[in-house]
């Protein structure tokens, strides 16, 4: 019996639970799931399991299969090089990512026209803040991740082969403009979108953007590229909604199209990455700061995770980092943890941890940061100028309530307000 088998079997659990304490039970199972589990996990890929031929000639029938990008060729073996998990696969195998698969010798992406979640959203959900505040933005995501975040939010997309959330079976279905309506899950689980055709229905559905979200855009890197060139070349805008973990070429090669990110800053420190998302720190950094050079406008993300991501030392270093290398008008957006996917014997975060790390941030010299996911502490979506600390943006949730800036200033000090206010 592997070590993971005798976690998963509970002997230690049920040890706790015969003491008569069923909540620490859990607790301590999933913190061991978790600190041997993720270490395994890691580089994991999943060999041998490469669509079969019928399952094959289907997706490539309906153009959601294409050669992937950013890979070597190695005697038969291929090796991904679009994120640090740089999976190397014998014919068969399939990445860790769950989209890409190595057919006789060459990395094709299963992940392409075939998205698996479509909404309109307010930019602010994604949430960017400071970037065209108010407007909307068309959201689309496929299936795969490659992390393996142990408090997953969307992990029933993020966690699944696309397979597992698209069927090519039935008449084909290629969403279009004008789009169709009253599209039930029967229907998205065999649309097609193409990039070509994003850019008219963003703008048919009135939004200033796209936006490549949900699960993570680097799992799905060469839909992500080709629409992005797509709704650029059409003046509309493309948001990346990202883990930041991803290889220096790939990023570059994206980066020529994308106008905005939002970044999820998971942690600050190697362990916590290791242990809670099966990922590594040091990628994410380094992406963090070519957005700083490129000049694209980014916000970060933090959501603080009882027991993995709260400690105040470790806060203070990440806000720190954040005002020397990315500037101290980066907006810094503290998120609130509830319990999801494996995490769910944790209790939310306390208030008080999140007010102390807005605290921290300000004392760090970052002048806009927020709180998400509360609505209990005040002021926790208000944009305040730096100059005056007049309230210059307020919100309701996911929705601006009151904007005061004439020009993306202050009206009341004319203190410029970091950000893209608008587009020419």
Sequence with gaps: MTRRDWIAG??????????????????????????????????????????????????????????????????????????????LLTPGDRSHCRNKVNRGGTLYTLAYANPCA????????????HYLPGSRTFSLATSGCVFRCL????????????????????????????PQSGLGPDELRRLSLFP?????????????????????PTAFFEYAQDCSREVRAAGLANILVTCGSIEERPFRDLATCIDAAHVDLKGFTPESYRELNSGKL?????????????????????????????????IRRLCDWLARELGPDTPLHFSRF???HR???????????????????????????????????????????????????????????????VDGRCRQCGTRIAGVWDRA
């Excluded at 479509?118 to 803040?129: A, F, R, W």
């Excluded at 408090?151 to 279905?173: A, F, H, M, R, V």
């Excluded at 100028?385 to 307020?394: K, L, M, T």
């Design 10 to 87: 509970g002997a230690g659990a049920a040890l706790f639970a015969t003491l008569g304490n069923p909540l620490a039970a859990k607790s301590w199972l999933g913190r061991l799931i978790s600190r041997f589990g993720a270490e395994e996990v890691s580089a994991d890929i999943f060999r041998g399991d490469a669509p079969d031929e019928g399952t094959w000639r289907a997706w490539t029938r309906r153009g959601w299969v294409k050669e992937a990008r950013h890979y070597l060729r190695l005697d038969g073996n291929t090796q991904c090089k679009v994120c640090p998990n740089n999976c």
């Design 118 to 129: 479509i909404h309109v959203d307010p930019v602010e959900k994604k949430p960017l803040y």
């Design 151 to 178: 408090n997953c939010q969307n992990w029933e997309i993020s966690q699944k082969k696309p397979e597992e959330t698209k069927d090519p079976d039935g008449p084909e279905l290629r969403l279009r403009t004008p």
């Design 196 to 216: 070509e055709d994003v850019p008219g229905l963003a703008t048919a559905l009135g939004c200033r953007s796209v936006s490549y979200t949900y699960s993570e």
């Design 282 to 314: 040091e990628p994410v950094l380094a992406t963090l700061k070519r957005y700083r050079e490129l000049g694209i406008w980014v916000e970060v993300i933090n959501l603080i995770v009882p027991t993995y991501t709260d400690r105040l030392d470790d």
């Design 338 to 340: 509830h319990p999801e």
């Design 343 to 405: 995490l769910e014997y944790l209790r939310p975060t306390p208030l008080d941890i999140l007010v102390d790390a807005r605290a921290a941030a300000r004392d760090a010299g970052l002048r806009y940061v927020y709180l998400g996911n509360v609505r209990e502490v005040a002021d926790a979506g208000t944009t305040h100028c730096p100059g005056c600390r007049a309230a210059v943006v307020e919100r309701d949730g996911f929705a601006v309530s009151r904007m005061d800036l």
